[in-house]
């Protein structure tokens, strides 16, 4: 005859991850503070700059000087504003210390709320991508160095994300996120050509991450280049000292 009895444990952790990735995602999706920020407020700006020629973004139609820009930002505030500022709430209010005790491992957490943003980003380009088109955009270059630029640029900000939740408080990490959202969104040349402000200025500018992943997108899609190794460099350097920063000097409590 046989005995059943319980058998008490953690589930795989691949499944753990996913569960959790899928957790995180549906919580993103149903924020509605969240999908202002990272789905309504870029398609806006692509519309609203295409239709009418408020700033001048050079020769050709605004929509190709566009379209790589807010898909930039479209990275930016979901890995970087929109991450900082939910693991910001998260942490105040102990969910992370909880989340900590559990079976699942942190880096394992960290990594699902990755997937979360990637899954997010997914959802944001095919949206832009399918808006710009019907404004008349016409992208061409290598859809791989696209998408090595987009992982390069979720890096980047998601380990400056991290870094700013893990270190200051709350309520500082939402003020601090959505300036740095505001600023970057006009200097950061995603709607106004960096070529518009000072020379000296500009240069310091095109080291931003915003920066080079806006231009390394306009670069590829609308100019049909190859990889701008440049740019991609840029990001590179910001997603490892980011990251290293955010691995070193997170606080769960």
Do not use: C
């Amino acid at each position: 005859m046989s005995t059943f009895s319980p058998k008490p444990g953690a589930a795989p952790l691949p499944r753990m991850i996913g569960a959790q990735t899928a957790l995180e995602t549906r919580m993103l999706l149903r924020n509605g503070e969240q999908l202002l920020l990272t789905v309504v407020i870029p398609t806006l700006l692509l519309v609203l700059f295409s239709a009418v020629r408020i700033v001048d973004t050079g020769a050709g139609k605004a929509v190709d000087f566009l379209a790589p820009g807010v898909l930039a930002l479209a990275v930016m505030s979901t890995a970087f504003t929109g991450q900082a500022i939910a693991t910001g709430f998260e942490r105040r209010y102990g969910v992370l210390k909880r989340l900590g005790a559990s079976p699942l491992p942190r880096w394992a957490l960290m990594t699902a709320k990755t997937g979360s943003v990637l899954v997010t980003e997914v959802l944001q380009v095919v949206l832009l991508t399918v808006v710009a088109l019907a404004l008349g955009w016409s992208p061409h270059g290598d859809p791989v160095w696209v998408v090595v630029l987009l992982v390069l640029g979720t890096a980047a900000f998601s380990g400056l994300g991290l870094l700013m939740a893990g270190t200051l408080k709350a309520e500082a990490t939402l003020a601090a996120a959505n300036l740095v959202f505001l600023l970057l969104l006009v200097g950061g040349g995603v709607i106004v050509p960096l070529s518009k402000f000072p020379h000296a200025f500009a240069s310091v500018l095109h080291l931003l991450p915003i920066s080079a992943l806006s231009d390394g997108l306009r670069a590829v899609l609308r100019d049909g280049a190859g990889m701008p190794w440049g740019d991609a460099g840029i990001l590179a350097v910001w997603a490892v000292l980011g990251l290293a920063a955010a691995g070193r000097l997170f606080r769960w409590e």
